[in-house]
């Protein structure tokens, strides 16, 4: 979300929020806390999985390895931006366009 939510910790969301999604063209439009936004789905480039990953250990320092397991995982996630639809110029659209982009970069050349 376009968004910082400074809380760590479990949420009633079930209980609290109930959010409607409209879908319209590829375009889904909702609000949270009066705010509009706008998103897109997204899948992850071929042969790429997303996941979710939870932190195990919090490191006492900024100079410590931190632990990590991976608590799910998914193949496409909905990207949203305040207020505007998402572009081809926001950088998790273009991350996601970046496997295909560096393959034809850095892939063979056919003659």
């Excluded at 899948?43 to 919090?58: D, S, W």
């Excluded at 100079?63 to 305040?82: C, G, H, I, M, P």
Aim: charged residues 30%; negative net charge; proline residues 7%.
């Amino acid at each position: 979300m376009p968004c910082e939510i400074e809380h760590n910790g479990p949420a009633h969301v079930l209980e609290y929020f109930t959010a409607t999604t409209k879908d319209h063209k590829h375009e889904k439009t909702v609000s949270f806390r009066g705010r509009g936004l706008k998103g897109q789905e997204l899948r992850c480039p071929q042969g790429f999985t997303g996941l979710v990953l939870k932190e195990i250990n919090k490191p006492g320092s900024d100079q410590e390895d931190r632990a990590v397991r991976v608590s799910s995982v998914f193949d496409k996630l909905t990207y949203w931006n305040l207020e505007t639809p998402p572009n081809s110029d926001d950088t998790v659209v273009m991350a996601m366009d970046w496997p295909e982009l560096a393959e034809a970069i850095h892939g063979p050349v056919e003659d």
